[in-house]
């Protein structure tokens, strides 16, 4: 058995037990493999995001809890090389920091052959990013954006004026190279686009967004298409 199967079947064991648990002696005769390599798994499964407990002592063991699952994860090398290249070409890119650690999670599961494979094939691909910028600065729009709530920047425009405004924060938006942050401006009532390089400070606040969409943005180049890439022609 392929280490993804045995991982995907041991979460599916731990699940079906319930709160009785298995201890991982029970765990490694089932799965014919070493007490050291079922705790190595389960380590594996718990970095992954599985929600897997433990309970020391007689009668104690391993168990995941209810309702919980994990899917087999099953990617060749190259799609796993796909994934560190763009998130490392992208550091600038909203949530890229979360993604860097999403990844490592599927590289923690994957069978050592595709995994060796993978590292391989890793050092034959080069990035030369440019410097991120600021990660409190990233974590503070991250935050607002995905709450949903009026983040107070200081900004310097273009032409080197600086102000402090409120912003509703709508989308992120990459083009020529540079990310945006487009939300609705307080300060001018209006819907603007933000260099983010340019916002030179940034603070959440507890005010709730006003439910501005992203319709009122207006119409995106025709190339341009959310990254989860759903629904969009090839052609």
Not at 210 to 231: F, L, M, Q, W
Request: with cysteine; hydrophobic share 40%.
């Amino acid at each position: 058995m392929k280490r993804t199967e045995r991982l995907h079947a041991l979460s599916e064991m731990l699940r079906r037990n319930g709160s009785r648990g298995c201890s991982a002696e029970r765990l490694a005769r089932e799965f014919g493999v070493s007490v050291r390599t079922v705790k190595r798994d389960l380590a594996a499964l718990e970095n992954s995001g599985a929600p897997v407990w433990s309970r020391p002592g007689p009668g104690g063991g391993y168990g995941l809890a209810a309702g919980a699952s994990l899917p087999p994860v099953s990617l060749s090398p190259a799609q796993a090389v796909a994934l560190m290249a763009a998130v490392s070409a992208a550091p600038d890119a909203p949530y890229a920091d979360l993604a860097a650690a999403g990844i490592q999670k599927i590289l923690d599961v994957l069978d050592p052959r595709t995994r060796a494979r993978a590292d391989e094939l890793a050092g034959r691909v080069w990035v030369n990013a440019l410097p991120s910028s600021s990660r409190p600065i990233k974590s503070a729009l991250e935050e607002a954006m995905a709450e949903q709530r009026v983040i107070r920047i200081r900004y310097t425009s273009r032409d080197g004026t600086t102000t402090t405004r409120d912003v509703e924060p709508v989308l992120f938006a990459s083009t020529n190279g540079q990310w945006y942050l487009v939300g609705w401006c307080r300060l001018r009532n209006a819907m603007r686009w933000f260099t983010v390089p340019r916002i030179e400070r940034a603070a959440v606040t507890k005010t709730a967004c006003g439910g501005h969409t992203i319709d009122e943005v207006g119409e995106p180049p025709a190339n341009a298409r959310p990254v989860h890439g759903r629904g969009t022609d090839a052609g």
